[in-house]
Structure formats: structure tokens, C-alpha cells
């Protein structure tokens, strides 16, 4: 008989405890949102530095043809009509041979 009220408080430290770590509020539920938080905040912050890269490279358009003019040429391959364009393969770029003749 001096069992059973032990083994009472126990159960019902039990059925307080259930709530505390399993239930809707309970500290996992809050675990998990925070490791959700975070990671929200991680793609956040690189979605941040991408629109900042974004916001620079459209005032530099903007601004003045500079910019309008290095993108032409290195994503376009213009070049201007005073200009003289040279293309030299790779493999036509003679390479000195170790032997030094």
C-alpha cells in the first residue's frame, strides 16, 4: 500500500509533463520552429545580398552607357567600329619548349 501513492505522484508528474515537452506548445514544437526561424533567416539573408547586387548593377545601368558597354562586350561580343578585333586560338599560341630552342 505505500506504493501506491508513489506510483500516483509519478503518473501525475507524468500527465504534467506530457504537455510541457509534447504537446502544442510544448518545447519540441518550439525546437522545431526555431530551427525553421533560422533557416528562414538564412535564405533570407542571401536573398538580401542577390537584390542588393541586383539594385547596384541597375543603377549602374541607369547611370551612364559605361556599364551598358562592358556587358556588350564581354556577354555580346561587340566591340566598337573604330576598334580592331584580334582572336588568337589557344592552340596557335606558340609555347616555349623547356629545352630553350
Not at 47 to 59: K, P, S, T
Request: charged fraction near 25%; charge should be negative; hydrophobic fraction near 45%.
Amino acid at each position: 500500500m505505500k506504493m501506491l501513492p508513489s506510483l500516483a505522484i509519478i503518473a501525475l508528474i507524468a500527465l504534467l509533463q506530457y504537455p510541457l515537452w509534447l504537446g502544442k506548445g510544448g518545447w519540441l514544437k518550439v525546437w522545431e520552429l526555431d530551427r525553421q526561424l533560422q533557416s528562414q533567416h538564412d535564405v533570407n539573408r542571401k536573398l538580401h545580398l542577390r537584390n542588393a547586387m541586383m539594385d547596384a548593377e541597375v543603377r549602374d545601368l541607369k547611370q551612364g552607357l559605361d556599364a551598358v558597354e562592358e556587358r556588350a562586350r564581354s556577354e555580346l561580343g561587340m566591340i566598337r567600329e573604330d576598334e580592331i578585333f584580334f582572336h588568337l586560338p589557344v592552340d596557335a599560341i606558340p609555347v616555349p619548349s623547356a629545352e630553350g630552342g
